[in-house]
């Protein structure tokens, strides 16, 4: 195990997790210093490398947000795919997807799984089929929307790629946990907002079931910090969904009448078919 691995297992096992408005963990210098750096230093150089202020229509007075997707590893169907940077981003990806991390996350959100992952609308298995590692960028005037983040999603990691004199108050805004995202007033209704600090990390377990959503969004107003930078992980509980061209024929399992198997060509999955049917 290298240091940086056993310094965020060791970070995630003892943060502690906190349950209002909706269970989290909030984790700073979640990373050593130097492997941050490096990281902060990796993930600049995609940025710069695909020029995001030149895409057209981008001026300083509109505010955007670009995602790069730079791994996924779908367990059993296919290897981790790093599709920018180097070294030290596989090495971070290669961290986050582990069975340690995956197994110190469901940890500590086990009871809430246990209480509302299989309840109303949510139907989560507790078993993660692959990890997604994105690049997030968003600039001075962007707005998320209220939301408690797609039901395919197990867990969500985000790691805030701050330095320091950024404005702190860009970082994930948080609400009560009743109420679907546009019922909600966006500012009235903002509990609190956790911090953009340099290598922190926040981690949830989304929830859409009413009084346990863990409704939250992004606002950036500010004029002090032009970038919000940040590595998003999503452990999914559901394969993405084929093309349906692709779909040759389907083998449900009685137990549940949303769940299949579909077979392509080349590879067997199992999926949710109530998802297939939104394509």
Not at 10 to 17: C, G, S, V, Y
Not at 52 to 62: A, C, K
Not at 86 to 96: H, K, P, S, T
Not at 257 to 274: C, F, P
Request: hydrophobic share 30%.
């Amino acid at each position: 195990m290298s240091n940086t691995f056993e310094h965020m297992l060791n970070k995630i096992n003892e943060a502690q997790l906190i349950l209002d408005p909706w269970p989290y963990i909030f984790i700073e210098e979640y990373t050593p210093a130097l492997f941050y750096k490096k990281l902060c230093n990796e993930t600049t150089s995609i940025h710069l490398q695909l020029n995001y202020d030149n895409y057209t229509g981008r001026t300083e007075e509109i505010g955007w947000r670009q995602i790069e997707e730079v791994s996924n590893t779908w367990y059993d169907v296919s290897p981790t795919s790093l599709n920018y940077g180097g070294a030290v981003l596989q090495e971070y990806c290669d961290i986050v997807s582990s069975k340690e991390i995956r197994s110190a996350i469901s940890l500590k959100f086990a009871d809430f799984l246990k209480k509302y992952g299989h309840v109303n609308y949510v139907n989560k298995s507790q078993d993660i089929v692959g990890v997604v590692t994105e690049y997030d960028v968003i600039t001075t005037g962007w707005k998320y929307p209220i939301h408690s983040d797609i039901r395919k999603k197990l867990f969500t990691h985000l790691h805030y790629l701050a330095i320091e004199g950024d404005d702190k108050s860009i970082g994930t805004r948080v609400y009560p946990n009743t109420g679907k995202g546009n019922s909600l007033d966006y500012d009235k209704d903002c509990l609190m907002t956790l911090p953009y600090l340099p290598n922190s990390a926040l981690i949830f377990c989304p929830s859409n079931v009413n009084e346990h959503r863990t409704n939250h969004a992004v606002c950036h107003t500010s004029k002090q910090t032009r970038y919000r930078r940040s590595l998003h992980t999503f452990y999914h509980c559901e394969f993405p969904a084929p093309a349906i061209h692709k779909v040759d024929k389907w083998a449900l399992i009685p137990e549940d009448k949303n769940l299949g198997y579909y077979y392509s060509n080349e590879k067997e999955y199992m999926y949710n078919r109530s998802r297939i049917d939104l394509i």
